[in-house]
């Protein structure tokens, strides 16, 4: 038997993507702000609120992670200070302003606007003195002149934006929803009695109002004023502010604008695409080559013609907006909302993203395949058939099929019904019969596969404001439906569902899962910070057509008396300040689970058979990224996560599937039999003569072959051994192969002293 070194345990590492592969345009994750040096134009800076910073030393050929020990990845603004090397600020939305002075590998809290420093969006620092910052908070502009230990209120209300002049750091422009472009001479140093409103009358219908300033000449200053969705006035002034002329009223979607460093007739703006104008504003022209949806544009200061984007597929770099080229390979900041992981094939993993699509990966690379188009969501993969994959756009109608492995897809959503409750839906197979695929829709629906017959199994009581949004199947094939009351429902397969289980508060139901092991188990995530996770067992000699509401921690049995469910509220150990979001059964050990939460994986043991549980963080190799998804692969017992924002990441929770390894104990059990009776715990199978289990190792069952071949002196002999150390009660030391997540292939056995 070949045998693998054992590879770290409890150790997260990525497994991308860092780019993935379109039918388009290449990408990777969202992309809000751009910071580029201009002491080492070479040297980029990236950010998201759901990534952290990204660094790139040698003009976007490759990245590193540079998040890192921020509390959090909410990067909400990014700027450099251009007269220190290496030194750059960054703003995380509930924390406040940190600074690092070593390109990100280290960060130091500099405190943080008073109230409402949460909604900080903009950050600049004045490149003339690095100790003087500016923020553009929920409800105002503040100033710091002592590198951010503290602050004052430099200007009162809300603004969309806030820019510097990049000849003189003392002119500030903020753009005002209904009011347009104030600015301040002195920077911001007097308050608010330094700041005049310098467009009345233009702006009074504008919700959105974006300012941009030429390098090129300090007198040319852009407006971009959003009237609507799809209706802009580009306004221009020629005298720094004092006169302003529209210029343009583009019909289309625009976020950001920016002016060029050399060309003060040049402007670019952007929303959904990429515009530029050579002539003040006057007209545009659509520059496409990059991915769609615009966050911000940069120039780079090393090389005058060269501009950057930062969009939902990442980075890109063009000349004056044409040629546009994709500079984000080895940023692993994809945003997930679910995965789906192959049990036929280990490797094979596909995942739903925000704005770019449903992706593929077999293990081999980071780079990743996209195999559906458009925006992707909830996915699965037949447990018998790795070729039969499911996945959606938006909405239940958008439910395709692929019965090639990904490279075609077929929609079979027809029949379920539409609106904003099914805008992003759970759906999946049954595991006793991927035959079956059923929807969480308002009701609980259900198809055979692949052709399309969609029925309501279950609706819940309080239809239409109480709707099914999560559901599991037992072992059994008894189905559990959970609902945006915090009510679960159970019923042997999808039938005569009555409620088992009413959260205290009412909480939504936001994951439920079956016991992969135990089929009287299931496990609850509801949205509410004090009690986030339950255990319900049904009790012995419980009929599941029986079970009734809850009285709080226990279930009573509707027409009997034998029992219902057991409810034990089990997350209570969990931190507070976090949102669970899913949970995962260990395949490894018993009674060990792991939760997906808005900062991270924590781990919950319990050592008395369910009834208390310990939680710990378990997020060693990992950021404190928003983890949407956990899934076990079912023959290697590896568990995978995927997060909204920093792509996926897998772990072994033990010694790995085909490890060598070795352990001591004493025997708590001892057997041995005739060929092809089997023995094991559920779901394998342990294929041996000798069978035995260790008090040091209750979740596994080792075990090894008789057979009339060479090794059948050497195994006579371990299993004489094993004999003799059990009358005796003395321990063994053995050393065994790992062939499944609960079973060990002894290939030694030698007594301990």
């Not at 080492?40 to 990204?54: E, K, L």
């Not at 308050?191 to 005049?196: E, H, I, P």
Request: proline share 6%.
């Amino acid at each position: 038997m070949c045998a693998i070194p054992a590879p770290q345990v409890d150790i997260w590492t990525s497994i991308g993507p860092t780019r993935i592969d379109p039918s388009g345009f290449p990408a990777t994750g969202v992309l809000f702000h751009i910071a580029i040096p201009s002491a080492d134009p070479n040297v980029i800076y990236v950010s998201s609120p759901t990534s952290g910073v990204w660094a790139s030393a040698d003009h976007g050929a490759t990245w590193r992670d540079a998040t890192g020990n921020l509390p959090s990845l909410a990067v909400v603004a990014l700027a450099v200070d251009p007269s220190v090397p290496g030194q750059l600020y960054a703003a995380i939305g509930d924390t406040g302003v940190f600074v690092s002075n070593d390109g990100g590998g280290s960060w130091t809290g500099v405190g943080a606007p008073p109230s409402l420093f949460p909604v900080i969006t903009d950050l600049l620092v004045d490149p003339t003195n690095g100790r003087i910052l500016h923020v553009r908070a929920q409800n105002g502009i503040y100033r710091s002149i002592d590198g951010g230990a503290t602050w004052q209120l430099s200007r009162t209300g809300a603004a969309s934006n806030l820019v510097m002049a990049p000849q003189n750091p003392n002119v500030l422009y903020a753009g005002v929803a209904g009011q347009g472009v104030a600015r301040t001479r002195d920077g911001g140093a007097s308050g608010d009695a330094g700041w005049s409103l310098l467009t009345p009358g233009l702006a009074a219908d504008a919700t959105d109002v974006r300012v941009a300033v030429s390098a090129a000449d300090a007198a040319t200053v852009y407006a971009r004023l959003r009237i609507t969705s799809t209706s802009n006035r580009i306004l221009g002034s020629n005298d720094g502010g004092a006169t302003w002329t529209q210029r343009s009223s583009p019909s289309v979607f625009l976020s950001v604008i920016a002016a060029d460093d050399t060309d003060a007739r040049r402007v670019y703006t952007a929303g959904v695409n990429v515009f530029r104008s050579d002539d003040g504003g006057a007209t545009f022209s659509q520059k496409d080559g990059a991915h769609v949806d615009h966050h911000a544009i940069a120039t780079d200061p090393g090389r005058a013609s060269d501009i950057y984007t930062a969009c939902d597929g990442g980075l890109y770099r063009s000349t004056r907006a044409d040629n546009w080229t994709f500079v984000a390979n080895g940023i692993g900041n994809v945003e997930f909302y679910d995965m789906a992981v192959s049990a036929t094939r280990p490797e094979l993993v596909i995942c739903g993203t925000q704005d770019n699509g449903t992706v593929l990966t077999d293990g081999s690379k980071l780079d990743w395949r996209e195999i559906l188009g458009g925006d992707g969501a909830t996915v699965a993969i037949d447990p018998t058939n790795a070729q039969v994959m499911y996945a959606m756009n938006q909405f239940a109608t958008s439910i395709a099929r692929s019965g090639d492995g990904g490279g075609s897809f077929t929609n079979i959503g027809t029949g379920l019904p539409t609106g904003a409750a099914c805008f992003n839906l759970k759906f999946g197979l049954n595991p006793t019969n991927p035959g079956l695929l059923l929807a969480c829709c308002g009701a609980l629906w259900q198809t055979p596969v692949p052709s399309i017959a969609w029925t309501a199994l279950f609706n819940p009581p309080g239809a239409p404001s109480e709707s099914v949004n999560a559901f599991a199947i037992g072992l059994d094939n008894v189905y559990y439906a959970g609902t945006n009351t915090g009510h679960v429902y159970a019923g042997p397969a999808g039938t005569g569902m009555q409620l088992a289980f009413a959260h205290p508060n009412g909480a939504t139901v936001l994951d439920l899962v079956a016991d992969p092991d135990d089929a009287s188990v299931l496990y609850g995530v509801f949205a509410a910070p004090a009690n986030p996770v339950f255990r319900l067992v049904r009790n012995a000699g419980t009929s599941i057509g029986s079970v009734a509401e809850l009285s709080f921690g226990h279930l009573r049995a509707l027409g009997g008396s034998t029992g219902g469910f057991t409810a034990v509220a089990i997350g209570a150990g969990l931190p507070k300040d976090v949102t669970v979001q899913t949970l995962a059964v260990d395949a490894m050990r018993p009674f060990t689970l792991f939760a997906g939460t808005s900062r991270g994986v924590f781990r919950g043991r319990s050592f008395d058979q369910g009834t208390t549980w310990t939680w710990t963080a378990y997020s060693a190799g990992m950021p404190p990224a928003d983890v949407r998804a956990l899934r076990v692969q079912p023959s290697t017992g590896l568990l995978r996560a995927a997060t909204f924002g920093r792509g996926a990441f897998q772990v072994n929770t033990d010694t790995p599937v085909g490890s060598l390894v070795n352990t001591s104990g004493r025997l708590t059990f001892l057997r041995a039999h005739e060929v092809g009776t089997g023995f094991g715990r559920p779901p394998n199978v342990l294929d041996a003569e000798v069978v035995f289990l260790l008090d040091s190792s209750p979740s596994l069952a080792f075990g090894f072959q008789l057979r009339a071949d060479a090794e059948t002196p050497t195994r006579r002999a371990m299993l004489n051994t094993l004999r003799t150390a059990f009358v005796q009660n003395r321990p063994v030391s053995i050393d065994f192969v790992r062939t499944a997540p609960r079973i060990g292939s002894v290939i030694r056995v030698a007594r301990t002293v």
